[in-house]
C-alpha cells in the first residue's frame, strides 16, 4: 500500500460473539487536506470464527469514500444494521449517587437532612445505570462521541425519586435530594463506570472464508485539517528567508507513530457531501462537522485516484520531513507524528531563502472623460474640476507597499497567511496573505501603505476634433486627453513604482515606460472606444519629485 492512501482513525474492531476484540488496526497513510478533510485507510487483522467480523466504533466516513478490501481472502460483502449496544464508559463521581455506585464494597455512614444515620458496608446499589442512562440516551441514537453533546453530564439524576442501598443485609431507601453527607472509612474512589445503552449502526465484514482474516479500508471524513502558515524574514533589500509550518487541529482519534502527508490542493470530492451509505441512519446520530472557512486557504488539487498513485519525486527537506509531487500534486510528508485527540500543533515542513524585490503600487482614479459629454462651450484645454472627479483630482493618492516573492524551489508555495519580519532581532512589520506561486513563478505580498511617497494626478482636454464619428443620428467628438501624474519620495531610498490608470479610449504615448491591458467584457466597440487598465512603471530616487504625463484619445457624444 503506497503512502499516498489515507487512513481510517480508529475504527473499534469486535468479533461476531459481541466479545470487544483487541484493535490491532494499523494506519497505513493519513493525507490532510486544507479543506478540513482528510482520506485515511488502515489495514486490521482478526479471527473471524464464523467468516464475519463486526465493526462498531464507526468513522464519520463520507458518501462513496468508504471501502473494503481483503488481503489473505475476497470480503464478499459489507452490511450494517441498527443494534441495540452496550458501550462501557468511566467517568469522575461528581454527585452523592455516583460517589455511592463508586465504592461498592466499601464501609460508609450516609447523613441525611433529616437526622437519619445509616451506616455499614454498601453491599449493593440498587439504580442501576443502564435504566436512567438508557432513558436519557437510547432515543437520541447516539454514536461512540456522544458524551457532554446534549448536556447529559451525570450517571445519575439528582432528582431521582429513590435510592435503594443494601447495608447489613438490609435494604435500606432514601431519597436521594435528602443525602447532606457520606463519611467513607477510607480514601474513596472518585471512578464510576456506566453501562450506557445506545442504538446504533454495526457494521458487519463478510469474508469468502472463516478464520484469521486480514483487511483494510479506507475513507475521506472531516475533523482533521491543517493550515498552512507562512514567516518570511527579510535579510536584505533583495532576499529573504521563507519558512512554512504546518498547523493542524485533530477532532478525530489519536495519531500515533503515523506518517501524514499535508497535501497543497483544493478537494475536488464532490459527491461526499452527506455520510457513507452504511452509516447514514439517522444524521442527527453523528457527530461530524462540515467546515467550509478552510476553504480560505485551499487552491490546489486532491484528487482521490491520483492521491492512490506512486510518488515520482522525493526530496528530503530536514528531519523526518520529506517533499514529494506527483502530477499535479504536492506533498509534504511527515514521518512517525504524534498528536492526541483534541490537540492542536504546529509542524515545520521548509526553510528556504527566496528572491525579494520591493515595490510600491498605486491605483489611480478613473477618468473623468470615460462618461463625458462634449458640450457646446467646452474649448481645448479645459482641465477637470472637482466636480469631473471625485473627490478631488488633486488629492494625493493611497499608494501601497510590496514584497515580490519568487520560487525557485521543487515545490509550489501554497496560499496562507504570512508574517513580515526584518532585522537581527525580527521586529513584526504586517501579516497578510501569500498567494498560491507555483515553482519557477511569483506573487506579492502587501506589506502596508506607505505615506513617504505621495502621487497626484490631474487631466485635461489636449485637443477637440467635433463631429469626427456618425453611429446613426449621433454624433462624437474625438478628445485628446492628457495627463499629468505628479511623484514626491520622501524615503531614504529609491522607490520602484507601479501605476495602474483605468481609462477608455486610445492610449497614444507616455514619459515612462508602460503596458496596457483590455478588457473585452466592457470594450465600446461601437464607437472606438477600449476599455484598459494602464500600467506605468517608474522608478524615484530617495528625496526626488517626479512627473509623468501621458496622453490618449476618447470619442464621447456631442
Same mark, same amino acid.
Given at each position: 500500500?503506497?503512502?499516498?492512501?489515507?487512513?481510517?482513525?480508529?475504527?473499534?474492531? #469486535?468479533?461476531?460473539?459481541?466479545?470487544f476484540? /483487541?484493535?490491532? %488496526?494499523?494506519?497505513?497513510?493519513?493525507?490532510i487536506?486544507?479543506?478540513?478533510?482528510?482520506?485515511?485507510?488502515?489495514?486490521?487483522?482478526?479471527?473471524? %470464527?464464523?467468516?464475519?467480523c463486526?465493526?462498531?466504533?464507526l468513522?464519520n %466516513?463520507?458518501?462513496?469514500?468508504?471501502?473494503?478490501?481483503?488481503? $489473505?481472502v475476497?470480503?464478499?460483502?459489507?452490511?450494517?444494521?441498527?443494534?441495540?449496544f452496550?458501550d =462501557?464508559?468511566?467517568?469522575?463521581?461528581?454527585?452523592?449517587l455516583?460517589?455511592?455506585?463508586? *465504592?461498592k464494597?466499601?464501609?460508609?455512614?450516609? *447523613?441525611?437532612?433529616?437526622?437519619?444515620?445509616?451506616?455499614?458496608?454498601?453491599?449493593?446499589?440498587?439504580?442501576p445505570?443502564?435504566?436512567?442512562?438508557?432513558?436519557?440516551?437510547?432515543?437520541?441514537?447516539?454514536?461512540?462521541d456522544y458524551?457532554?453533546?446534549y448536556?447529559?453530564d451525570?450517571i445519575?439524576?439528582?432528582?431521582?425519586?429513590?435510592?435503594?442501598?443494601?447495608?447489613?443485609?438490609?435494604?435500606?431507601?432514601?431519597?436521594?435530594?435528602?443525602?447532606?453527607?457520606?463519611?467513607?472509612?477510607?480514601?474513596?474512589?472518585?471512578?464510576?463506570?456506566?453501562?450506557?445503552?445506545v442504538?446504533?449502526?454495526?457494521?458487519?465484514?463478510?469474508?469468502? =472464508?472463516?478464520?484469521?482474516?486480514d483487511?483494510r479500508?479506507?475513507? #475521506?471524513?472531516?475533523?482533521?485539517?491543517?493550515t498552512?502558515?507562512?514567516?518570511?524574514?527579510?535579510?536584505?533589500?533583495s532576499e529573504?528567508?521563507?519558512?512554512?509550518?504546518?498547523?493542524?487541529?485533530?477532532?478525530?482519534?489519536?495519531?500515533?507513530?503515523t506518517?501524514?502527508?499535508?497535501?497543497?490542493?483544493?478537494?475536488?470530492?464532490?459527491?461526499?457531501?452527506?455520510?457513507?451509505?452504511?452509516?447514514?441512519?439517522?444524521?442527527?446520530?453523528?457527530?461530524?462537522?462540515?467546515?467550509? *472557512?478552510y476553504?480560505?486557504?485551499?487552491?490546489?488539487?486532491?484528487?482521490?485516484?491520483?492521491a492512490?498513485?506512486?510518488?515520482?519525486?522525493?526530496?528530503?527537506?530536514?528531519?523526518?520531513?520529506?517533499?514529494?509531487?506527483n502530477?499535479?500534486?504536492?506533498?509534504?510528508s511527515?514521518k512517525?507524528?504524534?498528536?492526541?485527540?483534541?490537540?492542536?500543533? /504546529?509542524?515545520?515542513l521548509?526553510?528556504q531563502?527566496?528572491?525579494?524585490?520591493?515595490?510600491?503600487?498605486?491605483?489611480l482614479?478613473?477618468s473623468?472623460?470615460?462618461?463625458? $459629454? #462634449?458640450? %457646446?462651450?467646452?474649448?481645448?484645454?479645459?482641465?477637470?474640476?472637482?466636480?469631473?472627479s471625485?473627490?478631488?483630482?488633486?488629492?494625493?493618492?493611497?499608494v501601497?507597499?510590496?514584497?515580490?516573492?519568487?520560487?525557485?524551489?521543487?515545490?509550489?508555495f501554497?496560499?496562507?497567511?504570512?508574517?513580515l519580519?526584518?532585522?537581527?532581532?525580527e521586529?513584526?512589520?504586517? /501579516?497578510?496573505?501569500?498567494?498560491?506561486?507555483?515553482?519557477?513563478?511569483? $506573487?506579492?505580498?502587501y506589506?502596508t501603505?506607505?505615506?513617504d511617497?505621495?502621487?497626484?494626478?490631474?487631466?485635461?482636454?489636449?485637443?477637440?476634433?467635433?463631429a469626427?464619428?456618425?453611429?446613426?443620428?449621433?454624433?462624437?467628438?474625438?478628445?485628446?486627453?492628457?495627463?499629468?501624474?505628479n511623484?514626491?519620495?520622501?524615503?531614504?531610498?529609491?522607490?520602484?513604482?507601479?501605476?495602474?490608470k483605468p481609462?477608455?479610449g486610445?492610449?497614444?504615448?507616455?514619459?515612462?515606460?508602460?503596458?496596457?491591458?483590455?478588457?473585452?467584457?466592457?470594450?465600446?466597440?461601437?464607437?472606438?472606444?477600449?476599455?484598459?487598465?494602464v500600467?506605468?512603471?517608474?522608478?524615484?530616487?530617495?528625496?526626488e519629485?517626479?512627473?509623468?504625463?501621458?496622453?490618449? /484619445?476618447?470619442y464621447?457624444?456631442?
Amino acid at each position: 500500500m503506497n503512502k499516498r492512501n489515507l487512513v481510517t482513525l480508529g475504527a473499534g474492531i #469486535l468479533c461476531s460473539t459481541w466479545s470487544f476484540a /483487541q484493535d490491532n %488496526a494499523t494506519i497505513k497513510s493519513l493525507s490532510i487536506f486544507k479543506n478540513g478533510q482528510s482520506f485515511v485507510v488502515k489495514e486490521s487483522s482478526v479471527n473471524a %470464527a464464523d467468516g464475519t467480523c463486526k465493526i462498531s466504533k464507526l468513522p464519520n %466516513a463520507l458518501f462513496g469514500t468508504y471501502w473494503f478490501n481483503g488481503i $489473505s481472502v475476497p470480503i464478499n460483502s459489507v452490511t450494517s444494521k441498527m443494534e441495540d449496544f452496550i458501550d =462501557k464508559r468511566e467517568r469522575k463521581a461528581n454527585s452523592f449517587l455516583e460517589l455511592l455506585h463508586a *465504592n461498592k464494597g466499601m464501609e460508609i455512614t450516609v *447523613n441525611t437532612t433529616d437526622n437519619q444515620v445509616y451506616k455499614g458496608v454498601v453491599e449493593d446499589f440498587d439504580l442501576p445505570e443502564e435504566i436512567n442512562s438508557k432513558i436519557q440516551l437510547q432515543q437520541l441514537q447516539l454514536s461512540n462521541d456522544y458524551e457532554g453533546l446534549y448536556g447529559f453530564d451525570r450517571i445519575f439524576s439528582t432528582a431521582a425519586p429513590v435510592l435503594l442501598l443494601k447495608m447489613n443485609g438490609k435494604w435500606v431507601s432514601i431519597e436521594p435530594s435528602t443525602i447532606k453527607s457520606i463519611e467513607f472509612s477510607q480514601k474513596p474512589s472518585r471512578t464510576t463506570v456506566a453501562n450506557i445503552s445506545v442504538q446504533k449502526p454495526i457494521v458487519t465484514v463478510h469474508f469468502d =472464508k472463516s478464520g484469521k482474516q486480514d483487511f483494510r479500508y479506507m475513507y #475521506l471524513q472531516t475533523g482533521v485539517s491543517w493550515t498552512p502558515v507562512y514567516k518570511m524574514s527579510l535579510l536584505s533589500e533583495s532576499e529573504a528567508e521563507l519558512n512554512l509550518q504546518a498547523e493542524v487541529i485533530n477532532n478525530v482519534e489519536d495519531i500515533k507513530n503515523t506518517n501524514v502527508d499535508f497535501v497543497v490542493g483544493v478537494p475536488n470530492f464532490s459527491q461526499a457531501t452527506d455520510l457513507a451509505t452504511l452509516l447514514n441512519y439517522s444524521k442527527s446520530s453523528f457527530s461530524y462537522s462540515r467546515n467550509n *472557512n478552510y476553504r480560505q486557504y485551499s487552491n490546489a488539487v486532491a484528487d482521490e485516484k491520483m492521491a492512490l498513485a506512486e510518488v515520482s519525486m522525493t526530496a528530503p527537506i530536514a528531519g523526518n520531513i520529506s517533499s514529494s509531487e506527483n502530477e499535479d500534486l504536492y506533498f509534504y510528508s511527515v514521518k512517525d507524528m504524534n498528536l492526541e485527540k483534541g490537540a492542536h500543533a /504546529q509542524f515545520s515542513l521548509f526553510s528556504q531563502k527566496v528572491k525579494i524585490n520591493h515595490f510600491y503600487k498605486c491605483d489611480l482614479p478613473v477618468s473623468p472623460f470615460s462618461n463625458y $459629454s #462634449l458640450n %457646446a462651450e467646452d474649448q481645448e484645454d479645459a482641465e477637470t474640476t472637482e466636480d469631473d472627479s471625485a473627490p478631488n483630482p488633486n488629492a494625493p493618492l493611497n499608494v501601497g507597499h510590496y514584497i515580490e516573492v519568487f520560487n525557485n524551489g521543487n515545490m509550489p508555495f501554497t496560499s496562507g497567511p504570512i508574517l513580515l519580519l526584518q532585522g537581527k532581532d525580527e521586529n513584526a512589520i504586517s /501579516q497578510d496573505v501569500l498567494p498560491f506561486v507555483a515553482k519557477g513563478s511569483h $506573487s506579492s505580498v502587501y506589506v502596508t501603505s506607505s505615506p513617504d511617497i505621495v502621487v497626484t494626478e490631474n487631466e485635461k482636454i489636449a485637443s477637440i476634433k467635433r463631429a469626427s464619428k456618425k453611429i446613426g443620428s449621433t454624433s462624437y467628438a474625438l478628445l485628446t486627453i492628457k495627463g499629468t501624474i505628479n511623484i514626491r519620495n520622501s524615503k531614504s531610498k529609491a522607490a520602484s513604482l507601479n501605476l495602474n490608470k483605468p481609462l477608455t479610449g486610445k492610449m497614444l504615448a507616455a514619459s515612462v515606460k508602460y503596458n496596457t491591458s483590455v478588457n473585452s467584457r466592457n470594450n465600446y466597440s461601437k464607437i472606438g472606444n477600449s476599455n484598459q487598465t494602464v500600467t506605468f512603471h517608474d522608478s524615484v530616487a530617495a528625496g526626488e519629485k517626479k512627473t509623468i504625463t501621458y496622453s490618449y /484619445q476618447i470619442y464621447v457624444r456631442e
